[in-house]
């Protein structure tokens, strides 16, 4: 199938849970979205992006790893808590901040190989409960 432009477009349909949908609405409309499409087509390509840009890191980084988490998720404190001991190499300080009623934010700060790194990003990023993890780094080898 091709669209208005003659791009070649495939239509596909997808279950989400309502509220994460309405938050995306709720996103879309505050930025002046009036096409859906338009919306997801986006989102798709920041996380395409996001995605590019941690593997195209390399050699020694230091940097944080910032992840919102729902702590009343079962099982998500203990996850966490036994990624980062199997990590504690590359991780030399966690701050913790209890931000609302349920959600959490641990800032991790790493430093290290960039594939332990994202390894380790990768893994937090795959918990359920977790709702956000951003990745920040710079080099941080010898220079
Ligand atoms: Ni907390």
């Known amino acids: 199938m091709n669209n208005k432009r003659g791009r070649s477009v495939m239509r596909i349909s997808m279950s989400l849970p309502k509220k994460l949908l309405n938050e995306f609405d709720e996103v ?3 930025r002046g979205y009036n096409s859906r499409s338009k919306g997801i087509r986006d989102a798709l390509k920041d996380y395409i992006v996001r995605y590019q840009w941690m593997k195209d890191i390399e050699g020694d980084r230091i940097g944080i790893v910032a992840v919102i988490y729902n702590h009343q998720y079962t099982g998500v404190l203990e996850d966490l808590t036994d990624i980062q001991h199997e990590f504690r190499d ?3 300080a966690t701050m913790h901040i209890h931000m609302t009623g349920k959600n959490c934010l641990e800032v ?3 430093k290290g190989e960039a594939q332990e790194i994202r390894n ?3 893994k937090i990023m795959r918990l359920k409960g977790v709702e956000h993890v ?3 780094t710079a ?3 010898e220079q």
């Open 90 to 92: 590359y991780i030399n």
């Open 134 to 136: 951003k990745l920040t």
């Open 28 to 30: 879309l409309k505050d």
């Open 108 to 110: 991790i700060v790493v």
């Open 120 to 122: 380790l990003t990768e």
């Open 139 to 141: 080099a941080g080898g």
